[in-house]
């Protein structure tokens, strides 16, 4: 964080009385910390998109091609023919306000224009007027207006302004999906050149290398076996690891940042440990070594590109089947569009568990297991030996992680380990939790330093509930399956609620792992003693 | 891109100041780019210890080594590469290495 970031109390000085005007006549306005750069031409030539150039969103012009306004109508034109939903979600939203309060943006920020509902209508209002009747006959009274560059503009702040966390779907009596309203307008603003760093660099580098971070095969070889010295320093344990093995029977992703970031790391050697203590016949990838998608924050198309290589590297290693990491976004491709986009993957087997014989049914048809259903299963069948009181430095709360938690519905299976793993954990309050969790403020491409303001705004009500359990049960440790959440929640925490610190879940279960032949370990992965209380 | 004067040159740099031409990376040009950086100027010898060992990775494997790589090889706690480059490692002293920012869920 820099010197000059707010401070919390000026952040907090809210005000949701809507302006005066209405909203068609309040520009955007592009406040310092509150947007997306734009991104590098060079990635987005890499990528062969439609219009490369260099402009930022604070310019006036934005150096759009001549015929734009023609473009985005005939890409919506397209859309809304190729995706039922987008014209249903155009069509039926009733302005009952049921999202208007549960979006975290507009918690933290009282800007109207982040009320799903305003955020929906800001699209919805240009597709009245280009293909209605009534908005065509009536304009701005049948709530209808032109598509203009001002618009343009608008969308560009707005719908990257919006995490796609699809809490606010929750609560929609017809269902309505923003996030898929979001994608939407991200990708009709893609058609004119309109990107956003932080999403297309990843991307970028994912198609080069595999992984958003761009590492290399040689230097991801590199990594690992520095991984294993590591956990044999831990632990006594030299842990076996491959990559690119043929013949192993499961493909192990992960997101990239497990195996480069802080704190991920450490759960990046919880994997290396778990398996090994399960004897698990597995190999890493270095071409399939990114679980996240960053395509998936762009178009469809993008998506279907950067997640092709799982399937493929599975099929060149002929193995049964594969098994994820902890990923958010990852699982909202993987459950919901996978198998549609690049299955089906009748090369693979339903998932089987080695270990216990259990058989993955819900994964029968991506043929991809997540690993908290994984170790779940271990644990319930009694294959793991555990000692909770190794994290007995931690009184931890649990963030449930948008998409396991809104896309697939992993709930139960994180709590079950969290329970096996440590004896002291505590609950967020009902109504930031499970299917009703706050979004880390950050995910969908908005993580990144000039974006700060807005990302410690969104993320206001999710530190608002880790502050109850840490003032109510003295919480010092936030874990979570996300390695977006790994990346962004400590800077969060550490604006809004100094003290609690942040954990991917394997990191937690590779402390209390107890593991044949290892030596006493007198700290935890990070180091710290384990008598000694935590900071 | 914009550009910026570093060590008497004209170099591009990104939004937040990373250059974007890494061949005109030089000890000068890290001086210059430290001066908003680092916690001293000019940059001490564990400063000048881990760029020079960012640099390195960099040039051999094309990227930013892990952050646990880069505290556990030079024996400095995370903390302290905080309290020296008060930006962290990726977005500090990467920067101060030439290295393009790293990207994605970091």
Not at chain 1, 386 to 401: E, G, I, V
Not at chain 1, 409 to 423: A, D, M, S
Request: with cysteine; glycine share 8%; proline share 6%.
């Amino acid at each position: 964080m820099t010197d000059t970031t707010k401070k919390p109390e000026e952040l907090l000085k809210l005000d949701y009385t809507p302006p005066k005007k209405g909203w068609m006549e309040t520009p955007v306005d592009f406040k310092k910390g509150t947007y997306c750069y734009s991104a590098p031409q060079k990635h987005q030539e890499y990528l062969g998109l439609p219009y490369p150039r260099q402009w930022q969103p604070f310019d006036a012009d934005w150096k759009l091609p001549e015929n734009w306004k023609q473009i985005i109508l005939e890409g919506m034109n397209d859309r809304l023919k190729k995706y039922r939903s987008f014209r249903l979600y155009m069509d039926i939203c009733v302005r009952c306000g049921a999202c208007a309060d549960k979006c975290h943006f507009f918690i933290g920020t009282g800007d109207p224009k982040n009320m799903p509902v305003l955020r929906a209508e800001l699209l919805r209002s240009v597709y009245r007027k280009y293909f209605t009747l009534g908005g065509k006959l009536f304009g701005k009274v049948g709530g209808a207006r032109e598509l203009t560059e001002d618009v343009l503009k608008e969308w560009y702040y707005y719908f990257y302004q919006c995490t796609e966390c699809r809490r606010c779907s929750v609560f929609c009596p017809y269902g309505i999906d923003t996030c898929e309203i979001t994608m939407m307008a991200r990708d009709l603003l893609s058609l004119v050149g309109c990107n956003v760093g932080w999403v297309i660099e990843p991307a970028s580098n994912c198609f080069r290398t595999g992984n958003h971070l761009g590492v290399p095969p040689h230097a991801f070889k590199d990594t690992l076996d520095f991984a294993i010295d590591e956990v044999e320093d831990l632990t006594g344990v030299k842990v076996e690891a491959s990559v690119n093995r043929k013949g192993a029977e499961l493909l192990f992703i992960t997101p990239s940042a497990d195996y480069f970031a802080s704190p991920h790391w450490y759960t990046f050697l919880g994997y290396l440990m778990l398996f090994h203590e399960i004897g698990l016949d597995y190999t890493w990838s270095a071409y399939a070594s990114e679980g996240g998608n960053f395509g998936l924050f762009h178009s469809a198309e993008m998506m279907k590109r950067l997640n092709a290589k799982m399937y493929a590297e599975a099929k060149r290693l002929g193995v049964k089947w594969i098994l994820g990491g902890e990923c958010g976004h990852m699982w909202r491709v993987v459950h919901q569009y996978m198998n549609t986009i690049n299955g089906p993957a009748d090369f693979l087997e339903e998932p089987v568990s080695p270990i216990t014989g259990t058989k993955f049914e819900n994964a029968k048809a991506t043929k991809m297991v997540h690993i908290c259903e994984f170790t779940a299963d271990l644990i319930k069948n009694n294959k793991l030996k555990l000692d909770p009181s190794r994290n007995d430095h931690w009184k931890m709360t649990f963030h449930d992680s948008c998409n396991p938690a809104r896309a697939m519905g992993l709930f139960e299976e994180p709590r079950y380990i969290i329970k096996n793993v440590c004896n002291n954990f505590y609950e967020m309050p009902e109504n930031t939790i499970k299917e009703y969790t706050f979004c880390c403020g950050s995910g969908a491409g908005l993580g990144s330093d000039e974006n700060l303001e807005m990302r410690l705004r969104g993320g206001l009500p999710r530190a608002n509930a880790v502050k109850y359990v840490k003032e109510k049960h003295g919480v010092n440790l936030l874990t979570c399956i996300c390695a977006i959440d790994r990346a962004v929640l400590p800077t969060l925490l550490q604006y809004w609620v100094p003290g609690v610190e942040v954990s991917g879940l394997h990191e937690l279960v590779g402390n209390a792992l107890v593991m044949k032949g290892e030596k006493e370990r007198t700290t935890d992965m990070r180091g710290t003693p384990r008598k000694q209380e935590a900071k | 891109m914009p550009k910026t004067k570093l060590a008497g040159m004209e170099i591009e740099i990104d939004e937040d100041g990373f250059i974007q031409e890494p061949d005109k990376w030089s000890k000068e040009v890290a001086e210059d780019l430290a001066k908003e950086e680092s916690s001293v100027h000019p940059m001490s010898e564990d400063h000048w210890r881990l760029v020079n060992y960012i640099r390195d990775y960099y040039i051999k494997f094309g990227v930013a080594p892990p952050v646990r790589m880069l505290c556990k090889q030079n024996k400095f706690e995370l903390k302290y590469v905080y309290e020296m480059f008060p930006k962290g490692p990726a977005a500090g002293a990467c920067k101060v290495a030439g290295l393009p920012k790293p990207t994605g869920c970091v």
